[in-house]
């Protein structure tokens, strides 16, 4: 299995010039809790709601792109443990998905949970 038989391929995004404001918005509407950022179809970084609940910022005010990170990127034919390696390394809950240097959707621990069942054997056994 590979990253892209997972991933989110609609991908939920702002743009470095929103205010963070407008980022809590789509992340509270899509039940989300990282959303990219995009400048011009391009990856400019990820905001996280755990970063923005960290800081003492008016979020009507201050630009997501003053929140913003930088983050690793995993391609699309990657395989699903480098997926996790890359995470638990990154300590991030998410990560963009590229192919041929294009954005191409995003995965999350979520996703990965998903198909945990297909990795750990035993999994959906009940404890007696």
Known sequence: MQVKDIMV??????????????????????????????????LYGMIELRRVATKDVNPAEIKVSNIATNVAVI???ASIESLVELLLKSGLRALPVTENGQLKGIVSETDIMNVADHFVKGLNMKVS
């Open 75 to 77: 391609d699309a034919n």
């Open 9 to 42: 391929k609609n991908v939920v995004s702002v743009g470095p010039d929103d205010a963070v404001s407008q980022a809590l918005a789509k992340m509270k509407r899509y039940k989300i809790n990282q959303l990219l950022v995009t400048n011009n179809n391009e």
